[in-house]
């Protein structure tokens, strides 16, 4: 598919990461209006509340884009998504019949206050890129034990925190937490010293369920993705997690881009998941490509310095799809609501410079990363701005998410003074 | 503290659960009303939505109890939870002035079915009971290796999934699962063959909290209490929960007794947690007596049939109170918020007989339970009805809980039939 021409002239450049061809979904407030839904295009915000104020778009009979959040959208369903979808491509198309009436709800992005896309309600972080698995197993366990038994054929997963998810630009606050190094006599309460990013990509649940689903109907479930940073504290991990996982490691924060990318903006995009080692249970299998081709980087910015790029890699890396994960968290009959969130898991390619986390890429510590100040890092200093960065690539346009970006505070000196 | 008299009848006696000492918050609804707040004095409940419109009690200047869940109220803090016990200790105390005023407010807890007390925002789930830890690890590592190193250090939790709490009452259908028992070549997809219950109370946050809180913080931030029965797939847990612990095996469902028990209403059964075995990290340490002395029991009921006593106990079992585990929550600056939710993990006493477990009464199923009807149980079969009971002893009275039960429905024949 071409590049769709839009009348906005910033939506029709082959480096916009919001073409018409993508219309993603956010929140946005201004100096002058209550944080509400609004639509990317070029450089410029459509103010979908006042859309659907001026008459613009109905998509129900109650009014629901002035709200800070997509999910009463959601709510209203596949058919909804895709009505508000062409309705929106028919207004903000080159020769549309409503450029005159549409143009004065057009906001300059660059004036605008970006806030959480959605209401999240219940969030799981999965672990289901093989190389991420791979490398993180083999430094704990050796590489011929590195993949757990259960991993060819579950996406393995845990529930996260969703009260910790927050939008990109958010700061970070090193976390305190209980450490015991592997000589260390006892366990102490210190800040984090290996704090890291995990580069992930997020499906956002759209649809209901309450009971098992298959893997298509948990396909169509999911409403978009955004780009996905679950900041993990290595040290707090490693002495918490057996044997019931991860838990204060994972809740400190987890990052999102600000803008929802559609299922249908990315429909072009579909590619398939790799080769089956094993089989997979028939309850599991793909149903046609499932995951997709986007490009994605990371990029470390110590405070005051250029940014270096730390990875690049592509979300088709992944072994299990999104609609595979949503599809195994049913299987128990587990409810799913709308504005549940999916992470993908770490997304790392199979080289040493696609690696997604700085575990694997330093290596657990033992082999620094250099950056272009000269400056090394095994994990994440105070100071240090982290950005995950994705774009789909088209026929002369590419599908972008808006950055994923937080800077590291330092830990509160005492984490109970008040 | 002696029973305090109430003119309710009924809420006299030593065998109600629901005396005037205890006033716990739930939600109900009657043929000719929908669910809202009230409170259990005897065999009856006062409607606090029409005491409000009646203008017998006010907490705030918006209507607080005409909602089917008490968060409202948890929002508006401790001192109006103090000022609603001594309001309603007063309507309800013998002798009362306004007892005429109040009694056409009372409702028969027989023509009421009961709902959720709260909106669950988030569910964590404990593994806080020595006891069950140990028998659970040396049934799966031996006895010398029983207790994880962490154990002893900090209260061990993970996430739950908020989506799948129930009311008591509410029927719960064995889910499906992957299973691959240690000798099977491949796992296959199949309905669970060893559910399970465990004991557990469940404390519910009252106050939101941002970054981390201190043991006697966290203990003022406690709304109050409930059973909580967490189902377990014991089978589908074996296989899924390395490395990231419990994920599908806990999801089907987690059933609460449908009365909040305030603290207040506690507040005589405090107790201390036992000797520690290791000094705790100042930040984790009691300051005070944060357990409390309820006796606790399970039956098991199979259909048709008279139900058996499985085991009894009491929550002064456990290691770490529900302050110390939502202390330890909120280490590495988690966010809570009024309605989470924290199972304490099961609560196994010293002995055979008080095991809160089916996996630990049967010893992993090798000695079969024998239930009064002659028949034995390893693990739970379809038909089966489980109830918690729970009751703090006072001196000529009881704080009850409402049991907390379920039946079990068999599994589907084919989950994804439609």
Known sequence: MPLMKSWVASANS?????????????????????????????????????AEE?????LSDEPVFDVPFWNEVMELGAEAWDALRARLIQLLADGSPEQAATAPLLVPMADATLHLPLLVSEYTDFYAGKNHAFNVGSMFRGPENALPPNWLHIPIGYNG???SIVVSGTDVRRPWGQLKGPNDEAPRFAPCARFDLELE???????ASDGPITVAEADANIFGYVLLNDWSARDIQAWEYQPLGPFQSKATATTISPWIVTKAALEPFRTNTPAREKDLLPHLRDCGPMLYDIDLSVTLAPKGKPATTLTRTNYSAMYYSAAQQLAHHTTSGCPMNVGDLLGSGTISGETKESRGSLLE?????????TLDSGETRSFLDDGDTLTLHGAAKGDGYQIGFGDCTGTILPALTDPYAR
Chains 1, 2 share one sequence.
């Open 14 to 50: 082959a480096e916009t990461p919001f073409p018409l061809n993508n219309l993603p979904y956010g929140v946005f407030s201004t100096e002058d209006s209550d944080p509400r839904c609004g639509v990317a295009i070029g450089d410029m915000i459509l103010d979908c509340a006042a």
């Open 54 to 58: 001026a008459g613009l778009i109905e």
């Open 161 to 163: 925190r969703a009260s």
């Open 201 to 207: 990509m997020g499906a956002i649940v759209g649809r």
């Open 361 to 369: 890429l330093s290596w657990g510590g033992k082999e620094p990363v």
